[in-house]
């Protein structure tokens, strides 16, 4: 089992910046590395980033890329998730999941709240 742990969300104007962390735990080597998503109300999940443990490589979504980055921690079981410029369609809740096979996420944190006003 790996356990995941999201903070720093929060309320924030337009064109702000927010760092979300995401803490892992457990069998953290039976991964590949971890990724952030997104829901907002009335919207399906979907991805924003992920980052592999080796070699560190990244992906975005096209919608934020310029504005977001996905970087570890200096401890390595923390995935941290900059974002810059935000605009209100960045508003949901954003969940930290660790990916186990290529193409999947089979564990996921319990969310936190970005809310960007306008």
């Known amino acids: 089992q790996v356990q995941l742990v999201e903070s720093g969300g929060g309320l924030v104007q337009a064109g702000a910046s927010l760092r979300l962390s995401c803490a892992a735990s457990?069998?953290?080597?039976?991964?590949?590395?971890l990724g952030w998503f997104r829901q907002a109300p009335g919207k399906e999940r979907e991805f924003v980033a992920a980052?592999?443990?080796?070699?560190?490589?990244?992906e975005y979504a096209d919608s934020v890329k310029g504005r977001f980055t996905i970087s570890w921690g200096y401890a390595g079981n923390t995935v941290y998730l900059q974002m810059n410029n935000l605009k209100p369609e960045d508003t949901a809740v954003y969940y930290c999941?660790?990916?186990?096979?290529?193409?999947?996420?089979?564990?996921w944190g319990q969310g936190t709240q970005v809310t960007v006003s306008s």
């Open positions: 457990g069998r953290t080597y039976s991964t590949l590395g």
């Open positions: 999941a660790a990916r186990v096979r290529p193409g999947t996420f089979d564990y």
């Open positions: 980052i592999m443990w080796a070699g560190s490589n990244t």
